[in-house]
């Protein structure tokens, strides 16, 4: 069920408040160090916090108001319980086999308020900057050759 019916679009605003405020004013464009990386390779990775602790999953990432949003799962026990918060993308970092997230820990996290589906979500053939990304040309098929056998 979308929470989008439940929550007013001012939950974001207040997520956004907690966060540091470096982190609100970046000049990079809103994407970090994401921007020629495809959406596809975000949306999956889990979220260490700065000490290690997987804290969640990006589920998707969104534009919204100027800036793009990770829509992080957290909390629960197997899928259990999880809720998902949307956090800048500029508060990640990239991280051997997952991101990096140093300003939250699992409790800030957890205690923020549900994201209620603002935004546009950034298409999974994209970088997060917005270009295309090129697909790969589809291998002609194999022809078998066959040789007469005696």
């Known amino acids: 069920m979308r929470m989008q019916e439940l929550?007013?679009?001012g939950l974001v605003v207040a997520a956004f408040s907690a966060l540091p405020v470096a982190a609100q004013d970046q000049p990079e464009?809103?994407?970090g160090a994401f921007a020629d990386t495809a959406v596809s390779e975000l949306v999956g990775q889990n979220v260490l916090s700065a000490?290690?602790?997987?804290?969640?999953?990006?589920?998707?990432?969104?534009?919204a108001d100027g800036a793009v949003l990770a829509v992080l799962g957290v909390g629960g026990f197997l899928g259990f319980g999880e809720h998902d918060v949307a956090v800048p993308l500029?508060?990640?970092?990239?991280a051997e086999g997952a991101l990096l997230l140093e300003g939250l820990d699992?409790?800030?996290?957890?205690?923020m308020p549900e994201y209620g589906g603002e935004g546009e979500p950034l298409a999974m053939n994209t970088t997060v900057a917005?270009?295309?990304?090129a697909e790969e040309p589809a291998l002609p098929d194999a022809t078998v050759i066959e040789t007469?056998?005696?």
């Open 29 to 31: 464009g809103g994407y």
């Open 130 to 133: 917005g270009a295309p990304i």
């Open 148 to 150: 007469p056998t005696e």
């Open 7 to 9: 929550i007013g679009g």
């Open 106 to 111: 699992r409790e800030t996290l957890e205690a």
């Open 51 to 63: 000490v290690g602790d997987n804290v969640g999953e990006v589920e998707a990432l969104v534009s």
């Open 90 to 94: 500029t508060e990640l970092s990239p």
